[in-house]
Nanobody, 124 residues
Framework: QVQLVESGGGSAQAGGSLRLSCAVS????????MGWFRQAPGKEREFVAA????????VYADSVKGRFTISRDSAKNTLYLLLNILKPEDTAVYSC?????????????????WGQGTRVTVSS
């Protein structure tokens, strides 16, 4: 079993920055694909970004491209999401997820393990 624990959420003003972390532990310490998703109140969960843990290939949603950066520290078994130039519409609960196979995907249904989420609130 893989355990994912997010941290780093909080409140920020529009134009500000936050960094989210996701600590990965468990039987399968490094999984091939890891991603960030978010869910705003009253909306469905949406893809934010994903990274190939081995090769560092990345994919971003158009809404965050150029503002958010996904990265990982293999030595620390930690996934990161740097949120820059925040907008009020970025307000959501952000969750990290791990996929046990090496095919990059943006569909949340294709991820096998999930963290509990961390809340990000952006005020205007």
């Amino acid at each position: 079993q893989v355990q994912l624990v997010e941290s780093g959420g909080g409140s920020a003003q529009a134009g500000g920055s936050l960094r989210l972390s996701c600590a990965v532990s468990g039987r399968l310490v490094t999984t091939p694909i890891m991603g960030w998703f978010r869910q705003a109140p009253g909306k469905e969960r949406e893809f934010v970004a994903a990274i190939d843990w081995i090769g560092s290939n990345t994919v971003y949603a158009d809404s965050v491209k150029g503002r958010f950066t996904i990265s990982r520290d293999s030595a620390k078994n930690t996934l990161y999401l740097l949120l820059n130039i925040l907008k009020p519409e970025d307000t959501a609960v952000y969750s990290c997820a791990a996929r046990a196979t090496a095919v990059m995907t943006t569909s949340p249904n294709q991820y096998h393990y999930w963290g509990q989420g961390t809340r990000v609130t952006v005020s205007s």
